[in-house]
């Protein structure tokens, strides 16, 4: 599956971003969809994933209730919204596909979020 990601860019510390994934399958939603990133100097982490129907999501620690994953099966697309932002969100955003079990087959290219104090 081919993964596009975009939206990423430079903002201030509480400013927004919205990141959208889209993806070039015609069985997009046979997928669970996550989004990553990782960090300078860190491992990559999971921040948000979300179900094939959109009713189930998952959202790491650090981004709960700054951060909103919703996709669009009609527009084969998955949005991250980011609000409150903070320097330490900085990092190369991905987003990937599943078919279950947690295991992620196809990733995109990434988009950098730079978070300035």
């Known amino acids: 599956v081919l993964l596009v990601e975009s939206g990423g860019g430079l903002v201030q510390a509480g400013g927004s971003l919205r990141l959208s994934c889209r993806a070039h399958?015609?069985?997009?939603?046979?997928?669970?969809v996550g989004w990553f990133r990782q960090r300078p100097g860190k491992e990559r982490e999971s921040v948000a994933t979300i179900s094939w129907s959109g009713g189930s999501t998952f959202y790491a620690d650090s981004v709960k209730g700054r951060f909103s994953i919703s996709r669009d099966n009609r527009e084969n697309t998955v949005f991250l919204q980011m609000n409150s932002l903070k320097p330490e969100d900085t990092a190369v955003y991905y987003c990937?596909?599943?078919?279950?079990?947690?295991?992620?087959?196809?990733w995109g290219q990434g988009t950098q979020v730079t978070v300035s104090s």
């Open positions: 399958t015609q069985t997009f939603m046979s997928y669970d």
């Open positions: 990937a596909v599943s078919t279950g079990g947690n295991e992620y087959s196809s």
